[in-house]
């Protein structure tokens, strides 16, 4: 597998470094952790990029005016150098509201997570 790989990356003309890390992984057996090593890097270059990564989760999708205003929002977070990179996600079992990921930072303000607090704090009164 190694060999297989090395022949490809020079095919490819991937750099040095490049292929000496598939090769690595190909002979500790570790390839199965290449999506992991892609994405750790990427979340490297990100924030050497001053990119600030945000997750939002609605329970519908957002029209452009929404989208617009929590854009806005979040850009207020922000450093001078950094600039921000959306990735939303519909799920419609957080029943409302928003869930937000940016940077280090988690804001839930989904409905069920409401409903699950308040149903605790029943339960635990009763």
């Given at each position: 597998?190694?060999?297989?790989?090395?022949?490809?990356?020079?095919?490819?003309?991937?750099?040095?470094?490049?292929?000496?890390?598939?090769?690595?992984?190909?002979?500790?057996?570790?390839?199965?952790?290449?999506?992991?090593?892609i994405?750790?890097?990427?979340?490297?270059?990100?924030?050497?990029?001053?990119?600030?990564?945000?997750?939002?989760?609605?329970?519908?999708?957002?029209?452009a005016?929404?989208?617009?205003?929590?854009?806005?929002?979040?850009?207020?977070f922000?450093?001078?150098?950094?600039?921000?990179?959306?990735?939303?996600?519909?799920?419609?079992?957080?029943?409302?509201?928003?869930?937000?990921?940016?940077?280090?930072?988690?804001?839930?303000?989904?409905?069920?997570?409401?409903v699950?607090?308040?149903?605790?704090?029943i339960?635990?009164?009763?």
């Open positions: 597998m190694a060999t297989a790989l090395k022949e490809a990356s020079e095919k490819l003309r991937f750099a040095p470094a490049t292929a000496n890390l598939l090769g690595l992984l190909a002979d500790n057996g570790r390839l199965k952790k290449l999506d992991t090593v994405n750790a890097y990427k979340t490297i270059m990100a924030a050497h990029r001053g990119e600030v990564v945000c997750e939002v989760v609605t329970a519908k999708p957002l029209d005016s929404q989208s617009k205003q929590l854009e806005g929002a979040l850009k207020s922000l450093k001078g150098n950094e600039s921000l990179k959306i990735t939303s996600r519909v799920d419609p079992s957080i029943i409302g509201g928003l869930i937000v990921s940016i940077g280090d930072k988690y804001v839930d303000m989904s409905i069920a997570t409401k699950k607090l308040y149903t605790d704090v339960q635990t009164a009763a």
